[in-house]
């Protein structure tokens, strides 16, 4: 049974266009071939990514964001309650209004009490600011150093100027070393984030950053086997680009310099944009569904390759719609929190809230009758 869903998966037709055969792509007369076997290494290198991460968190980007004044807050503790503890674990963390004169009566307490507890007890699951900081000046340093090799491996390759170079001889077309570490470099990176994506900070699209993991892993892989390397590299280098300045734009919102994380998500916005909704689908999709067909006839690999990037594409539009909205309130109102986040509710419960005109969202304490605004 195996062995006949082994033959089945790496049937020819599906990986190869005409009638070319793995036989074909054997390593003869100078030419290498990427080949299945070579990704095996990205299981080690990721865990090596795992450990090399938290020595950085804890040895750089610790005393980094003591500079930026960022540090470690102790958290107020709620109140132990077995019931509402068990109510918060096995059935819901936001209670309706029934649910909680229930519990009101099983605890003996009141409703401002039981809401109060629950607020609280959110707040207290809520990742700290200095861990936020850690993950973001890892990802910086990486899609940095990520985007610096990009350039020096496609600079002088005439397929990163000329996209019709991308299938000159495909699929005889042989791996260079630069490709070769800039691929297992970047997917031992995305195969760590999916190792730790349950224990990093959890964001409204949590579900949205696991399809992109695992979308652009089995693009990656995918493209190495059928000896889509160009396109690949490509494809890599422009999503590197706007992610350099994201985490550069969430550093600085973590350490309150809020001019300068404004600026740097403007430009982010645009370049994001510009790499994102007009680069990848129309010179790299079009390269990828264009082309192809003038060089050899489409095959399975051929709508696949190009399904990945449409999925790939579908999340770049959901993300461009949650940035827009960010903009959308950094010009009309005010740019406070990245639309990806969980708001961290406020802990003075007695207070009212209302959203003033100008977008601020105003916090009346209702038992001195006093009122600030908050950004």
């Not at 071939?33 to 990704?39: D, P």
């Not at 890892?138 to 350039?151: D, P, Q």
């Not at 594409?313 to 903009?327: D, E, K, Q, S, T």
Request: aromatic share 18%; hydrophobic share 45%.
């Amino acid at each position: 049974m195996i062995g006949m869903i082994g033959e089945w998966l790496w049937w020819d037709r599906l990986w190869l266009p005409g009638d070319l055969t793995w036989a074909d792509l054997k390593d003869e007369e100078g030419l290498v071939y990427a080949k299945v076997s070579h990704l095996y290494v990205i299981v080690p290198y990721a865990l090596v990514f795992l450990l090399v991460r938290y020595l950085f968190e804890r040895i750089i980007a610790t005393p980094f964001a003591a500079l930026f004044g960022v540090s470690e807050k102790t958290g107020y503790k709620v109140e132990h309650n077995a019931v509402l503890e068990h109510y918060f674990n096995t059935k819901s963390k936001n209670p309706g209004q029934a649910d909680i004169d229930g519990l009101c009566k099983k605890c003996s307490w009141s409703s401002r009490q039981v809401e109060r507890w629950f607020r609280r007890r959110r707040n207290q699951d809520r990742p700290s600011v200095l861990k936020k900081f850690r993950e973001a000046s890892w990802r910086l340093v990486f899609y940095l150093g990520a985007f610096i090799g990009g350039i020096i491996a496609l600079y002088d390759k005439p397929w990163f100027y000329n996209l019709r170079e991308v299938w000159n001889g495909y699929p005889k077309q042989s791996m260079l070393d630069s490709q070769y570490w800039y691929y297992i470099v970047e997917m031992s990176f995305y195969l760590s984030l999916v190792l730790r994506i349950t224990f990093d900070v959890k964001r409204k699209d949590f579900k949205e950053q696991i399809i992109h993991h695992w979308a652009t892993l089995t693009l990656l892989a995918f493209s190495w086997c059928g000896n889509y390397i160009r396109v690949g590299t490509l494809v890599m280098l422009i999503h590197d680009s706007s992610d350099i300045l994201l985490e550069s734009a969430k550093i600085f919102n973590y350490a309150k310099c809020e001019k300068i994380c404004n600026s740097i998500f403007v430009v982010f916005a645009a370049i994001f944009i510009a790499t994102r909704l007009i680069i990848f689908p129309f010179w790299i999709i079009h390269c990828t569904w264009v082309y192809p067909p003038d060089y050899y006839p489409p095959f399975f690999g051929y709508y696949f390759f190009n399904f990945m990037l449409v999925v790939l594409l579908m999340l770049h539009i959901f993300w461009a719609y949650l940035i827009l909205r960010m903009v959308k309130m950094f010009l009309f109102g005010s740019l406070t929190k990245d639309e990806r986040s969980d708001n961290e509710e406020d802990e003075e419960e007695d207070g009212e809230t209302s959203v003033t005109d100008d977008g601020h969202v105003k916090v009346t304490n209702g038992c001195r009758g006093g009122g600030a605004n908050h950004h």
